[in-house]
Nanobody, 119 residues
Framework: QVTLVESGGGLVQAGGSLRLSCVAS????????MAWYRQAPGKERELVAG???????NYADSLEGRFIISRDNAKNAVYLQMNSLKPEDTAVYYC?????????????WGQGTQVTVSS
C-alpha cells in the first residue's frame, strides 16, 4: 500500500507564492511519475504539471510559466512552486503518483490540499 500526503496549501493574495509538497510512503519499489492536479468548484479535475522519470516536465498551457514542478527521488517527494498566483488558481490541489509496490504500477492520489487566492 502506498500513501500520498500533501502539504503547503493555504490562503494567499493575488501575486503571491505558495509551495506545495507531496511525500509518498509505503511499500514503494519504483515511482514512474508524479504530478499535480487541481479541481475548482464546479469544474473537472485537470492536470497542472507532471514529471515522469527521464522526461521533461509538462505543464498546463494556462499556467503561462508561473508554476514549477520538481522531484526529490531520495525523499519520494514532488513539489509545486506556484508563483504570481491568480484568483483563478483557487482549487483543491491533488498529488498523483504512478507507483509500483512490487507488482504493476498503480494510480495513487493524495487527499488534496486547498489553495485559495484572494483578489
Amino acid at each position: 500500500q502506498v500513501t500520498l500526503v500533501e502539504s503547503g496549501g493555504g490562503l494567499v493574495q493575488a501575486g503571491g507564492s505558495l509551495r506545495l509538497s507531496c511525500v509518498a510512503s509505503g511499500n514503494i519499489v519504483n515511482i514512474n511519475s508524479m504530478a499535480w492536479y487541481r479541481q475548482a468548484p464546479g469544474k473537472e479535475r485537470e492536470l497542472v504539471a507532471g514529471l515522469t522519470s527521464g522526461r521533461s516536465p509538462n505543464y498546463a498551457d494556462s499556467l503561462e510559466g508561473r508554476f514549477i514542478i520538481s522531484r526529490d527521488n531520495a525523499k519520494n517527494a514532488v513539489y509545486l512552486q506556484m508563483n504570481s498566483l491568480k484568483p483563478e488558481d483557487t482549487a483543491v490541489y491533488y498529488c498523483y503518483g504512478f507507483i509500483s509496490s512490487g507488482r504493476a504500477p498503480f494510480n495513487y492520489w493524495g487527499q488534496g490540499t486547498q489553495v485559495t487566492v484572494s483578489s
